[in-house]
């Protein structure tokens, strides 16, 4: 594991989480008898891998032709619909601009009509298998800020 520093927050979701387990250096996680993170962190756990993944029932995807923003050169890059894909790499290297400025940006005008240019592109396939674009960020759900601790996510929904 490469981190200068490791928050583990637990011991379990919902109620029975929301406090600090353990924090510190990898090792500091690792050492922790009562951090569920460490015990996976050292193989002690693991999940099982399973033998065969599941595939999506009809190969769709949708294609980004020629992204080129900010850190992006002239990126193609197609994104499989049906099943979950996880885009991820280090920062600064265009992830947000691809996804957001771009993909979500074209698909929201194109579907959605919102009025938001997408970032500069040449041109994306797929839209057919699309019936709408939804945005979920990082602001919270209701009332209290903890409704969603820092997750990202963004879905297209494809067509049943």
């Not at 294609?63 to 992006?72: D, E, F, M, Q």
């Not at 041109?123 to 960020?137: A, C, L, N, S």
């Amino acid at each position: 594991m490469t981190a200068d520093y490791v928050v583990d927050i637990g011991p379990a979701a919902g109620i029975h989480g929301g406090e600090v387990v353990a924090q510190g250096t990898p090792a500091d996680v690792l050492a922790n008898l009562n951090s569920l993170t460490g015990k996976y962190l050292s193989g002690e756990m693991a999940v099982a891998v399973p033998a065969e993944r599941r595939k999506p029932k009809k190969k769709k995807e949708i294609t980004v032709v020629g992204a080129r923003a900010n850190n992006l050169k002239n990126v193609t890059a197609s994104i499989p619909l049906g099943i979950f894909t996880a885009v991820t790499g280090v920062s600064g290297g265009g992830k947000s601009t691809f996804l957001i400025e771009t993909l979500y940006k074209a698909a929201a005008r194109r579907i959605m009509g919102a009025r938001e240019n997408p970032a500069e592109h040449d041109r994306i396939d797929g839209f057919e298998h699309i019936d709408k674009v939804i945005d979920i960020d990082q602001s919270p759900i209701g009332r209290t800020p903890r409704s969603e601790p820092g997750h990202l996510y963004r879905r297209l929904h494809a067509d049943p």
